[in-house]
């Protein structure tokens, strides 16, 4: 059950087998299903998963509209980070869009491996320097690229997150309607023929 989060683990940073079982040492795996919360807005967030499988979607609710921040897939982290390393709650809910089977990492037990083992923090500097990059890389997209340039990129970056996500979910998280979508996807897929 492990195994797919070792592999995540060593392509950012090589454990020793003793750092490995500290930092697994408190893990709990949980299934969610479809639909189920994860963490919700107001809530510390007191986790950071680890998907082994499924997918979830990150957002917020302005005036009654949901507006998708990210996506989360298979073999990657997520969590409310504001609220997991503030400890403040969380402006966004963490939605589980698939049955979903998690290594749930608490925040207490991560933290004392920081404190305990110089590569634990070590690999917290560099998951939040990966995490800062991803999220510079997104704002720049929102802001310098049209919603078809977004869609294209989001495309051939990551197929499998497009077709696994529905088009109102996708069409939130680039910003458009979801008739925009309809016809963006065509011109998108009139080009690659």
Request: hydrophobic share 40%.
């Amino acid at each position: 059950m492990l195994e797919k989060l070792k592999e995540a683990v060593d392509s950012v940073l090589r454990f020793t087998v003793e750092e490995w079982e500290a930092y697994t040492h408190r893990i709990e795996i949980k299934h969610f299903k479809k639909g189920d919360v994860l963490c919700d807005v107001g809530q510390v967030e007191n986790y950071i998963y680890f998907l082994n499988s499924g997918a979830t979607r990150n957002f917020f609710i302005k005036d009654g509209k949901e507006l998708t921040v990210d996506f989360r897939l298979e073999g990657t982290f997520v969590a409310a980070y504001y609220s997991f390393l503030s400890r403040k709650p969380s402006p966004i809910r963490i939605e589980a869009i698939t049955d979903i089977e998690a290594c749930c990492i608490p925040h207490s037990s991560l933290y004392l491996f920081y404190k305990k083992h110089k590569n634990g923090e070590k690999l917290g500097r560099l998951m939040a320097e990966i995490q800062y990059m991803k999220r510079l890389e997104r704002e720049i997209e929102i802001l310098s690229m049209t919603a078809e340039e977004r869609y294209a990129l989001l495309l051939k970056q990551n197929p499998a997150l497009v077709s696994a996500i529905s088009v109102k979910h996708l069409s939130s998280y680039l910003g458009i309607h979801p008739e925009s979508l309809s016809r963006i996807r065509k011109q998108v897929a009139a080009k690659l023929t």
